[in-house]
């Protein structure tokens, strides 16, 4: 039997890389799961019925396009109907995005941002009043240090995540009075299939950089993620925890 003291916990992107870790994570720390993905996928709910079994707490999977602002009302209001408190958002999904300045289309700026900016504000906005109502809550959103430090070839990808990093600031300013604390996690190189599309050349130059001289592993982000959301973290907002093996 599940237990009623259990959190609850949204995250996006889950079927694979981090989002996978962040679902195991959280529910071997006891959080009940809203998991979404953008399409139905039945090994995947299997493995999630696995997962919750072992754990001792419920999964449940969403699904909805973040391209599609309507598909994203109509999952949240399927979440929001659940009638429980959302303690935690993790605002995981993303798309990934390599190409010169001249050769990035208006359009594949568009998508990019439609769903790594404006996708993930559409999400905060709609969780953020059942928060309020509770005055209580944590927003985790997955930014990325191509948001902080600029790399030609990705205009698209890390304008978007600089966007979202100055949205992740300025949300935790106005809903700080709501006692909703909202941080973001910047990850550098992890070993997803997300983090492997640079090229072998592209990816030595930044192992070059770095202290510790490996990529990371989505379990380490994971385990950031599960932090900010603790307690021992109740101070901590506004803040953008990056996670990038020491690139100097």
Not at 51 to 70: G, H, P, R, S, T
Not at 89 to 111: C, D, H, Q
Not at 177 to 190: D, E, F, K, Q
Request: charged share 25%; with cysteine; hydrophobic share 40%.
């Amino acid at each position: 039997m599940v237990s009623s003291n259990n959190k609850n916990a949204i995250i996006t992107g889950t079927n694979r890389g981090i989002g996978r870790e962040l679902v195991n994570a959280f529910a071997k720390n006891g959080y009940n799961i809203w998991a979404c993905t953008r399409k139905k996928d039945e090994s995947f709910e299997a493995e999630l019925e696995d997962i919750a079994l072992k754990c001792n707490v419920w999964i449940k999977n969403i699904c909805f396009d973040l391209a599609d602002e309507n598909e994203i009302k109509t999952g949240i209001k399927q979440i929001l109907s659940d009638k429980n408190n959302i303690d935690v958002l993790i605002n995981n999904a993303g798309i990934p995005y390599g190409g010169s300045f001249a050769m990035t289309s208006m359009s594949k700026m568009r998508e990019v941002y439609d769903i790594n900016v404006f996708a993930q504000v559409q999400i905060m906005q709609l969780v953020s009043r059942q928060m309020m109502r509770q005055r209580s809550g944590c927003i985790i959103n997955m930014c990325s240090v191509g948001g902080i430090e600029t790399s030609p070839g990705y205009l698209a990808y890390g304008s978007s995540k600089a966007a979202l990093i100055w949205i992740t600031k300025s949300v935790s300013r106005e809903l700080g009075p709501y006692n909703i604390r909202v941080n973001g996690i910047a990850p550098g190189l992890i070993d997803t299939d997300m983090g492997n599309y640079k090229s072998e050349k592209e990816l030595n130059k930044v192992l070059d950089r770095m202290s510790i001289h490996r990529m990371g592993r989505p379990e380490e982000v994971a385990k950031a993620a599960l932090y900010i959301a603790s307690e021992d973290a109740e101070y901590m907002t506004g803040q953008i925890m990056i996670l990038d093996g020491g690139r100097v």
